[in-house]
């Protein structure tokens, strides 16, 4: 993509894509959207997303990944982020950390256990739609969504939630 300065929607989906260079995306100033579903990435390719500050939609669904690291989209300018269907079956607390600008969030038929306490408490003010429906999980609590201000809609259908505690929806 070395001569594309001006491209600013590129779809990638339904190869057979498995690891994404650090440097592939280097050229891409404009890129607003970018489609990597339907692929087979078994990790989330942090460092090539690092030059691509100016995307704006990222879709990484029916991939294998299987877990969100740290920092994984750090001052990414994401407005809505696709992680569904994949296996995912974690994240880290910081996962999300620096996403200033995310206002939608889909993470629904995934393997989530649980959320980590105040996963979503750096910097998510904007997010006002969380998708967690068809998970595995089990537990909220008060801390869960800390930190999502913002958010009007909030899907937990088809988990294996047993009990909800006073004050998680606070």
């Known amino acids: 993509f070395k001569n594309l300065p001006k491209l600013t929607y590129l779809d990638l989906q339904m190869n057979m894509i498995s690891s994404v ?9 404009m890129i607003s959207s970018l489609g990597l579903g339907y692929n087979k ?6 460092s090539a997303f690092m030059k691509i500050q100016s995307v704006h939609n990222l879709d990484l669904k ?29 994240m880290s607390l910081r996962s999300f950390h620096g996403m ?23 910097e998510l003010e904007k997010v ?6 068809n ?15 913002g958010l009007i809609t909030l899907q937990l259908s088809q988990n294996k ?10």
């Open 128 to 133: 006002v739609e969380l998708n967690l429906s």
């Open 161 to 170: 939630i047993k009990h909800i505690p006073d004050g998680c929806f606070q």
């Open 21 to 29: 260079d650090s440097n592939a995306f280097n050229n891409l100033p």
């Open 41 to 46: 990435l078994d990790a989330i390719p942090t």
């Open 100 to 122: 200033r600008k995310l206002n939608a969030l889909e993470l629904q038929n995934n393997f989530m256990l649980g959320i980590p306490d105040k996963a979503f408490d750096f």
């Open 135 to 149: 998970n595995s999980l089990t537990d909220i609590n008060p801390l869960s969504f800390k930190g999502l201000k």
């Open 62 to 90: 029916f991939n294998r990944i299987r877990h969100i690291p740290d920092y994984s989209f750090r001052d990414m300018q994401v407005e809505r982020l696709t992680l569904a269907n994949n296996f995912i079956e974690t």
